[in-house]
């Protein structure tokens, strides 16, 4: 690490330091999964942290509301309607309450989680996405359009979803002849980079199908490699030399012939996951079996990429999630939260810039992206981009109540309906009345959902009461 210390250079992230939080503030007595995969097992937004979870015949993740810390209860419910393990989850961008899973048995699913978390177990999802052949190791929302989601099989096969419809709308079949490493957007979703297990980086643009720009070994060891856009637009990468060395470099897509900059690390053999904040530009680092998370800023100036620290713990970290910017704490001076999966816990480690004044910094919290999506899935597959609406979080982050969550029941049911009207009497589809129709059945579909999980959750929470007044008798005597 030497040749990033020769110079001290004048950064407000300089004095960056980590801290692990209380024991009673961790999620306690959870089985992480043990499934062989490389992805981070944990996501987090500003109202829950989900976890991949061992599962006995199939495959499970756990969704916790941030404020339930301590012992997890082994009966906690969990979200359970995979077939085979879960191997990637991510949270939607433009709706907390929405979250997408990839699995071994083939399917990617998206669930809505009830807005104060799981009372049952769930084993139903709003919608099954079918087009991999084989396990689905990669899932990431869109950043800008509403309901586009994209994933990545083991088929080498990269689909992109209209979640909305429930259909795939992009399929990209022939560019990776192996395994795909990652796939990351860029800040506006007009192109996503992807790293191969052929030691290519590429940069594709999905909707005209066609590769913009690729370099060959760009890392040349023979481990995994992973790539992530930049908001700039050049790409970071993670991966080894050809002497097992971990490295990492920085890439113009506009010349992919020689790195911006490259460094080696160290020779660990873990796989280095990177995180990235496109409002400081910094870049954190955490090894899979590593017990660190190194941070990096990347700047205008040589040598581009800057280290900064290294946060280390005794424990090594079997998975990490990583929260947005609007779930941090800005009177704390908060500019990164993880959460460090351990084999039977989930540890959050706050990263913060110390600063004597209690008013608000806006040079650390310049505004970021908020949770409306600026595009609809439509709009984009028809040609259109849209930055990232930004929110400002001088007075913190105010969620939305219930923000977005009817649309994405409300256009798969749309569209189920106009298939069957479509199907039985296409007369009706010229009336002018279908749609007030349409949009009626769908808002009684609503309400009877709601009605249907209400009366579940009522019939829940009389079991135990009886369950507790039992209890209670028992003691009396």
Same mark, same amino acid.
């Given at each position: 690490?030497?040749?990033?210390?020769?110079?001290?250079?004048?950064?407000?992230?300089?004095?960056?330091?980590g801290?692990?939080?209380?024991?009673?503030?961790?999620?306690?007595?959870?089985?992480?999964?043990?499934?062989?995969?490389?992805?981070?097992?944990?996501?987090?937004?500003?109202?829950?942290?989900?976890?991949?979870?061992?599962?006995?015949?199939g495959?499970?993740?756990?969704?916790?509301?941030?404020?339930?810390?301590?012992?997890?209860?082994?009966?906690y419910?969990?979200?359970?309607?995979?077939?085979?393990?879960?191997?990637?989850?991510?949270?939607?961008?433009?709706?907390? %309450?929405?979250?997408?899973?990839?699995?071994?048995?083939?399917?990617?699913?998206?669930? %809505?989680?009830?807005?104060?978390?799981?009372?049952?177990?769930?084993?139903?999802?709003?919608?099954?996405?079918?087009?991999?052949?084989?396990?689905?190791?990669?899932?990431?929302?869109?950043?800008?359009?509403?309901?586009?989601?994209?994933?990545?099989?083991?088929?080498?096969?990269?689909i992109?979803?209209?979640?909305?419809?429930?259909?795939?709308?992009?399929t990209?079949?022939?560019?990776?002849?192996?395994?795909?490493?990652?796939?990351?957007?860029?800040?506006?979703?007009?192109?996503?980079?992807?790293?191969?297990?052929?030691?290519?980086?590429r940069?594709?643009?999905?909707?005209?199908?066609?590769?913009?720009?690729?370099?060959?070994?760009?890392?040349?060891?023979?481990?995994?490699?992973?790539?992530?856009?930049?908001?700039?637009?050049?790409?970071?990468?993670?991966?080894f030399?050809?002497?097992?060395?971990?490295?990492?470099?920085?890439?113009?897509?506009?010349?992919?012939?020689?790195?911006?900059s490259?460094?080696?690390?160290?020779?660990?053999?873990?796989?280095?996951?990177?995180?990235?904040?496109?409002?400081?530009n910094?870049?954190?680092?955490?090894?899979?079996?590593?017990?660190?998370?190194?941070y990096?800023?990347?700047?205008?100036?040589?040598?581009?990429?800057?280290?900064?620290?290294?946060?280390?713990?005794?424990?090594?970290?079997?998975?990490?999630?990583?929260?947005?910017?609007?779930?941090?704490?800005?009177?704390?001076?908060?500019?990164?939260?993880?959460?460090?999966?351990?084999?039977?816990?989930?540890?959050?480690?706050?990263?913060?810039?110390?600063?004597?004044?209690?008013?608000?910094?806006?040079?650390?919290?310049?505004?970021?992206?908020?949770p409306?999506?600026?595009?609809?899935?439509?709009?984009?597959?028809?040609?259109?981009?849209?930055?990232?609406?930004?929110?400002?979080?001088?007075?913190?982050?105010?969620?939305?109540?219930?923000?977005?969550?009817?649309?994405?029941?409300?256009?798969?049911?749309?569209?189920?309906?106009?298939?069957?009207?479509?199907?039985?009497t296409?007369?009706?589809?010229?009336?002018?009345?279908?749609?007030?129709?349409?949009?009626?059945?769908?808002?009684?579909?609503?309400v009877?959902?709601?009605?249907?999980?209400?009366?579940?959750?009522?019939?829940?929470?009389?079991?135990?009461?009886?369950?507790?007044? %039992?209890?209670?008798?028992?003691?009396?005597?």
């Amino acid at each position: 690490m030497n040749m990033f210390k020769r110079v001290v250079r004048q950064s407000k992230f300089r004095h960056v330091f980590g801290q692990a939080v209380k024991n009673d503030q961790c999620y306690d007595d959870i089985r992480v999964s043990r499934v062989t995969w490389d992805s981070a097992f944990c996501a987090v937004n500003p109202k829950f942290v989900a976890i991949i979870v061992e599962a006995s015949g199939g495959g499970a993740f756990m969704v916790l509301p941030l404020h339930k810390t301590g012992r997890i209860d082994k009966a906690y419910p969990t979200v359970c309607g995979h077939t085979g393990p879960v191997l990637d989850i991510d949270w939607c961008p433009h709706n907390d %309450q929405v979250i997408a899973s990839g699995s071994e048995d083939c399917t990617v699913m998206v669930w %809505q989680i009830p807005e104060n978390g799981l009372v049952t177990s769930m084993p139903e999802p709003v919608v099954v996405l079918e087009g991999h052949s084989k396990r689905v190791g990669i899932v990431t929302w869109h950043p800008t359009a509403r309901n586009i989601l994209l994933s990545a099989g083991c088929d080498n096969v990269i689909i992109i979803w209209n979640v909305g419809t429930g259909e795939a709308i992009i399929t990209l079949e022939d560019m990776h002849p192996d395994i795909i490493f990652s796939v990351c957007w860029n800040r506006n979703g007009s192109l996503i980079c992807t790293a191969c297990k052929d030691k290519k980086v590429r940069v594709i643009d999905p909707r005209k199908e066609e590769i913009v720009a690729e370099k060959d070994k760009a890392h040349e060891g023979a481990r995994p490699i992973r790539a992530i856009f930049l908001s700039d637009g050049k790409v970071f990468t993670t991966g080894f030399s050809r002497m097992s060395e971990r490295q990492l470099a920085l890439w113009d897509p506009d010349n992919m012939e020689e790195p911006v900059s490259v460094h080696e690390m160290d020779t660990s053999n873990g796989v280095l996951l990177p995180f990235y904040d496109p409002d400081t530009n910094v870049v954190y680092l955490c090894g899979k079996g590593d017990s660190s998370i190194r941070y990096f800023e990347i700047t205008d100036e040589a040598p581009f990429v800057h280290y900064l620290s290294t946060f280390t713990t005794k424990e090594p970290q079997r998975g990490m999630g990583y929260m947005p910017k609007r779930g941090l704490d800005v009177n704390k001076c908060e500019i990164a939260r993880f959460y460090k999966l351990h084999e039977r816990k989930c540890e959050p480690i706050i990263m913060t810039v110390p600063r004597k004044s209690d008013l608000f910094q806006d040079d650390l919290y310049p505004d970021t992206a908020g949770p409306e999506a600026p595009l609809e899935a439509e709009e984009w597959f028809e040609g259109k981009n849209g930055d990232p609406i930004l929110i400002s979080l001088k007075h913190g982050y105010i969620p939305g109540k219930n923000r977005d969550l009817k649309v994405v029941k409300k256009n798969i049911l749309d569209n189920k309906l106009s298939k069957n009207t479509e199907n039985t009497t296409p007369a009706i589809k010229t009336a002018t009345s279908t749609p007030s129709i349409v949009s009626g059945t769908s808002k009684l579909d609503e309400v009877l959902k709601e009605m249907k999980s209400l009366r579940e959750l009522v019939s829940s929470q009389e079991k135990r009461i009886a369950k507790l007044e %039992q209890q209670l008798s028992k003691m009396d005597i």
